[in-house]
């Protein structure tokens, strides 16, 4: 089983591009109990984190993917490179950031990137550090837009008000004459077409969860001892730390079918 680990619903933007792409089964973790984790310190972050992963890896997961940006920016390196050594150190976590930062680094022309996230992603400097190991050049311009987040899962994408929240996030990284524009924000997607339209048609906007989808199946090309140990077939679960309303709402409008819920506890 692939594991889906995110801070509450937003991971189901990467699930979607995963379930169309591949047929393993998948194991969804949503911490929904203590979501959102943007706004929230480094070390409860890598605590949060590691309690899901542990749970996922004990419950028959062989690979995680960390599909919310907070964790991947504030928890990941932590985990790949001390956690996951001593505790299950023949399987493998991987994150939402790098796979993105590659493509980003390879389709921008002017070397000008733009990042959206949540407060804690854009303070982390991870996408910064992970850009510039990829090419040292690049320029690279944050901006939190934590104001998003609420407004997809009270589900007012199409209110006028949204597009002006998207216009006043991206006009500072507008200003600095980007050409690419990383939506580092798991719920952000769901608006991929609102970015693309304030954006404007001088700048590239990436889709994270079909680039992760893309990366995935790369990576599992390269690393049969990981692909020939995960199981394929229809039967996704979903977990969540707390069954709320608008989970279920939300999950049947993004992913487009009913989902039957398991409340579990990981403290
Ligand atoms: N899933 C988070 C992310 O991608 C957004 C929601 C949260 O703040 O927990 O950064």
Redesign the pocket.
Known sequence: MIGIF???I??LTVTKEVVASSDYQLLYLGDTAR?????RSQDLIYQFTVQAVDYLFKHGCQLIII?????SAEALRKIQQEWLPKNFPDRRVLG?IRPVVEVAAVESITGRIGVV??R??VNSGAYDRELKQQKSSLKIFSQACPIV?PLVEEGLQNRPETMKFIRNCLRPLKAKKIDTLIL????YPLLFKKFKQAAGKSIKVLDTGKIVADKLTEYLVKHPEIETKLTKGKGHRFLVTDVTATFKENAQKWLGQDIKLEKIDLQ
């Open positions: 995110d801070s509450g937003g991971g979501t959102p984790y943007g706004n599909a919310c940006n907070t964790a939402v996230g949540t804690a992603t987040v580092g924000c798991t719920h």
